[in-house]
Each structure stands twice: as C-alpha cells, then as structure tokens.
C-alpha cells in the first residue's frame, strides 16, 4: 500500500429502537473527526457486501442483545459473510458495541467468538451499553442513548481512526 492510500473504518451495525444506530453515527462522527485522512463508511449490516468487509482495514460492530445473543440481523450478517471472508481478514482489528436493557454478555460473547473465527484482533474491549428498559413497551419504545456513552463511542472511533493512520492497526 502507497502512503498516500488512506486506512479504511468500517462501521458495521443493526438497530430496531434506534439505540445502537446512535452509537454507531457517534463512532462514525469521532473517526471523521481525526486529523490524518482514513475513509471512514459506516453501513447497516444488511446492506454490507463481501467487498465492503475485504476491502476495509478495521471494523467497528454494533448491535443489541436480543434474547440473550446477538440480534437476529447481525447474526444473519456474520451468516451470510462468514465463509466469503474466511482467512482474509487475519490480523486487521476490531472494537465492539453492544446495546442492551440489562445484560448484553451472550451477544458479547457469541460475536468475539466469531470474528476470532475470522481471526480478527481485538483493539479495545467490547463496551456494553445498558439502556435499563424493563416492561415491553419501554423495551419497544425509541431509544435516547446518554451523552456519556455516545461520547464513548465518538472516542473509540476517534481512536480507531487514528491508530489505522498511525500504522498501529
Ligand atoms: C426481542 C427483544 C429481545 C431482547 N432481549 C434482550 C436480552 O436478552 N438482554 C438484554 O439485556 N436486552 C434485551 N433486549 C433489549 C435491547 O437489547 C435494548 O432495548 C437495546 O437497546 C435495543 O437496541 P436498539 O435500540 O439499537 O434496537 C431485547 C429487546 C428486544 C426487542
């Protein structure tokens, strides 16, 4: 690679009540906002093709927890990939974003064990962010996430973003 090609983030989510939708533009904002060019895209997760994943040099995941594991479409999307990505992604890092009402570990859990299957490296440790929703229709209803935490995950892709132009990642 030419000095002159930029890194590429790319930011990978789902989200039904808006929650993680939010940390992902918060990310996708903090790696725009660092100071060497790095192409940053951020896409929903069915809409990301085999190229988008190939071609990036980092990614960010975010996704709730539905039902004590990952949400069904970000799921679908490590489904559909998986196999076309296989041994071509070895090495380029990862950070993860996982929204939940109390828990949020099973889809922490059940998505680090796949992209160790893509033998992705882990560059910051999966945060969790817990909205606290308890009755159905808090838990259906749109989602505001705290300043704090999309500050977060403004940080981390600021970070992510300077690491790749850095070389670190
Ligand atoms: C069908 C369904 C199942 C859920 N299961 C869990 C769960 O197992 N554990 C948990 O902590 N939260 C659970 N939640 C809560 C969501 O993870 C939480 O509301 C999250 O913020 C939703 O993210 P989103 O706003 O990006 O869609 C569930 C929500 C729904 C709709």
């Known amino acids: 690679m030419s000095d002159s090609t930029p890194r590429r983030l ?9 929650a993680s939708r939010q940390l992902a533009l918060a990310c996708r904002a903090g790696a725009a ?38 949400a069904g479409m970000m799921k679908a999307f490590f489904d559909r990939l998986y196999y076309d990505a296989l041994d071509q992604l070895a090495g380029r890092a990862y950070a993860a974003l996982i929204t939940a009402g109390s828990d949020g570990e099973g889809a922490q859990r059940q998505l680090e064990r796949i992209v160790t299957g893509w033998r992705l490296r882990q560059a910051a440790a999966t945060r969790i962010v817990r909205l606290a929703a308890q009755t159905p229709q808090a838990i259906l209803a749109p989602k505001q996430v705290p300043a704090q935490e999309r500050l977060a995950a403004r940080e981390l892709g600021l970070a992510l973003a300077e690491g790749l132009a850095q070389g670190i990642f």
């Open 10 to 18: 790319l930011i990978i989510w789902w989200s039904r009540t808006g």
């Open 33 to 70: 906002s660092a100071a060497a060019p790095v192409q940053v895209r951020c896409l929903r997760c069915d809409r990301v093709r085999a190229a988008d994943l190939l071609q990036a040099d980092a990614y960010v995941f975010v996704a709730p927890e539905n039902l004590g594991s990952l």
